[in-house]
């Protein structure tokens, strides 16, 4: 189903937008530059159906830009410094050695802003996205700081 607005919204406004208009009980934020395989949707759902709190990621593989073949990429924790720039704080490869930590969730003090999955009235009751950013920028800290206070 496509919902279009009458206006440009903008990026984070038209997220809103959308949340607000989903009949669904879990909302998926992807970004236009996303791509996904065959089962991607199952790991983002189980957590959430588990605990309506929690905001899932997903393992983001890259794509080469000059063969378009996949590799894994490193899993990592979101962070960010005290000028609130976003960084990677990757896991080393030894913890998935564990085979339970192959698919058990992970705790990170932030996240990424363009990949998310997470449950509908549990956005909507944490306040959504600010409106009033204009473009792409700091909604994932924004989102992060969001999750950690309720």
């Known amino acids: 189903i496509t919902q279009r607005s009458n206006e440009r919204l903008g990026l984070i406004r038209a997220k809103v937008y959308a949340s607000r208009v989903a009949h669904g009980d879990v909302l998926i934020f992807l970004d236009s530059h996303c791509e996904v ?20 990621l997903p393992v983001v593989d890259l794509i080469s830009a000059k063969t378009f073949e996949f590799s894994k990429a490193m899993i990592a924790k979101g962070a960010f410094n005290w000028d609130l720039e976003f960084k990677w704080k990757y896991i080393p490869w030894e913890y998935w050695d564990l085979p339970e930590n192959n698919i058990k969730p992970f705790r990170s003090s932030t996240m990424s802003g363009g990949l998310l ?34």
């Open 37 to 56: 395989t065959p089962l991607w949707i199952e790991p983002l759902l189980l957590p959430i159906q588990e605990d309506s709190t929690r905001v899932v």
């Open 117 to 150: 999955a997470i449950d509908r009235k549990y956005f909507h009751a944490m306040g959504e996205y600010d409106t009033g950013m204009e473009i792409w920028g700091v909604e994932n800290i924004e989102m992060s700081i969001r999750v950690r206070r309720i």
